[in-house]
């Protein structure tokens, strides 16, 4: 390969300066000639997802928001809290690459062959540093996509489905039968839906507010539970009766649900009780949090006896302890799936350097339901 | 047995009425006669643990406290604040006994062989209904105690020594290597800290006075954090590298410590890593909530990672999981080590009808470190 001329493009790094701020900015990078497993990918479409933007401003405070770079190679810059840098001592001063997954086209590929078959195919691709022109990585991190996908249709490949999918396996091999959700009207949440829905498995989708309630209700969802609703806690022990979940995925985090999925079981299952215990059921409660939306502290009042568990769950750890052959059939199913199922929708398509502008942060930033961003790298 | 005079002696019972009151009251109740692989024992020493003060009074109001009942059978009665019903709806207007083990004499036998042996026998007893001059109760449910072995050594034969033991078992069968705990100078944590002295296994005591750090160092701790001291988290955080903890048994349950446990682990583990993860360590972290001496909300600043549990702790689903062979075994060294590793201390001994003593309640429900009630039935 060394007969060709370097592949050069824009990549976006976050740089945490030990001074106290966070710079996202854009620079030139050559792309090494990938080695005999590796291709060169030229990055179509990439998503921002929750997960991203953890990594791209951290816990910057965004009124303090700048532009600093140049026009060839702009950089916006934040101040993070004081208080916020201990958490951040492992990445200071290091430019990090951003973007956990994308989709692309093989323009270059190394010697072995199955590098060789995939060039000038399109590829999904797992591994991060995705928000650049360029990506060299392994044939083992991509997923060669169907004729008919385009970029857009395999740039969220990985994150939402293989999560989606990890908490119905997690559900099953935990021995709990259904399932609670919150935040469910998300691009993830609806994919979970499609999946219960096909599946016959039982779901509560927990949602905040009636506009989320009815895009659940259009998409076909059974139990939908509004948390700002007066009769929250009546409608969501109603429907984990209903459903006999016992098991929950939060991607809220702080305040006072990840409890009130508990208490809400546990009340169910003492309602099954026929003798009483002050200890509570030995119904085994279990609520994982997945994500951080409301970074504020957990609170639980520990009504639910003494039979729960509260723990984090990622997708990494989980497709780690499942095994490579598992985890391959869930990927099986998400390219059958690809356009059904497990498809996103976008409502943004942004450059590079539009993830710069200050005014597009303030909307990626919003997280609003049913609004998610797709960076095009070769947009201009 | 039939042509035996029917053995008649004072239980202590708690009822919950429906009208929003609890009544603590003695009654005098027959024993039925034994069957076959059943014993009569005369109760002579069961001691009051947190596990019994909760069925007791539950969250009773003890200012309302009044004595009631009749010189000769008296009784306590206590207001229960309107919405704490509702968690006690299954207990409501039933005479539930209370004292969850205790020690005596056996004073009638079933006809079976393994019942007769024990005849004239002092043994320990699990079980519940302990607060009572006489039990009936399986002969598997009893543990005939060393000859020279009182009442009052017998008396804490399963809680605190099995809990203890189960405390480290837990942490061998979950592959930790070293534990916390917390409250660490009540008569369960001065048994904890002698089995892991014994055993050779690293300690964290946490304790939240000066006084109570003196307790365990006297008794040979080598890891002591005071929660009071402002130093607390970086005392904690030492401690925790050294001996390498990440499983932690909390007494207290309500406010921050639950979490600070968490985060000092994850602050020990970040320390060994050498390439940053927005997602925190990958080293798995888990407390257990075994008491709830703090009955106020948990609160969880979720300040580390997502590779963490939280959840309840019971001795009663602990033994059923690890099956009779291994809980046998417990038992054994609970024996063996009856005055050693195992010896109760109590500063009070007091009668049934003490029991109902305003004066004397303030004393047991202070929870006073150090402080530990005997109750003998056979006391006037």
Redesign the interface.
């Known amino acids: 390969m060394s007969d060709q001329a370097t592949i050069e493009g824009l990549q976006l790094t976050s740089n945490v300066r030990s001074s106290g701020q966070v710079e996202v900015a854009l620079a030139r990078v050559p792309q090494p000639d990938p080695a005999p497993d590796e291709v060169t990918v030229r990055v179509e479409a990439t998503p921002i997802n929750p997960?991203d933007i953890?990594?791209l401003f951290?816990p910057a405070d965004l009124a303090s928001l700048r532009t600093t770079g140049s026009s060839d190679l702009p950089a916006v810059t934040a101040d993070i809290p004081p208080r916020a840098m201990t958490?951040l001592a492992?990445?200071v001063d290091?430019a990090?690459p951003v973007g956990n997954e994308g989709a692309g086209t093989v323009v270059r590929a190394g010697a072995s062959p199955e590098a060789q078959a995939l060039m000038g195919r399109r590829v999904a691709m797992l591994g991060g540093a995705m928000y650049a022109e360029y990506r060299t990585l392994k044939v083992r991190d991509t997923l060669p996509l169907p004729q008919d996908a385009s970029a857009a249709d395999g740039a969220s490949c990985f994150v939402n489905p293989l999560t989606a999918l990890g908490m119905v396996e997690t559900m099953r091999r935990e021995n709990h039968s259904a399932l609670v959700h919150t935040a469910a009207a998300s691009n993830l949440g609806q994919m979970l839906n499609r999946i219960c829905l096909q599946d016959g498995i039982g779901l509560v989708n927990v949602v905040r507010s009636d506009e989320q309630v009815a895009i659940l209700r259009d998409a076909g969802a059974k139990h939908v539970v509004n948390s700002s609703a007066p009769d929250f806690m009546a409608s969501l022990i109603a429907a984990i009766t209903e459903t006999g979940a016992t098991i929950a995925f939060d991607a809220i985090?702080?305040g006072r649900l990840a409890?009130q999925l508990l208490t809400a079981m546990e009340a169910a299952a003492?309602a099954r009780?026929t003798?009483?215990?002050?200890?509570g059921s030995?119904t085994f409660k279990q609520v994982y949090?997945?994500g951080?939306l409301d970074p504020g502290?957990?609170?639980?009042?520990?009504?639910f006896?003494?039979?729960?568990?509260?723990?984090?769950?990622?997708l990494?750890?989980f497709l780690q302890k499942i095994g490579p052959e598992q985890a391959g059939k869930l990927r099986e199913r998400v390219l059958r799936e690809l356009k059904t199922t497990f498809a996103s929708h976008y409502t943004k398509e942004i450059s590079l350097r539009d993830v710069l502008d200050p005014e597009v942060i303030k909307g990626y930033m919003r997280r609003a339901t049913g609004e998610k961003y797709l960076i095009n790298p070769s947009l201009a």
């Open positions: 997960s953890g990594l951290g958490m492992a990445r290091q990090l985090g702080g409890g003492v009780m003798t009483y215990s002050r200890y030995d949090i997945y951080g502290p957990t609170e639980l009042n520990r009504a006896g003494f039979s729960w568990a509260l723990g984090g769950w990622l990494t750890p």
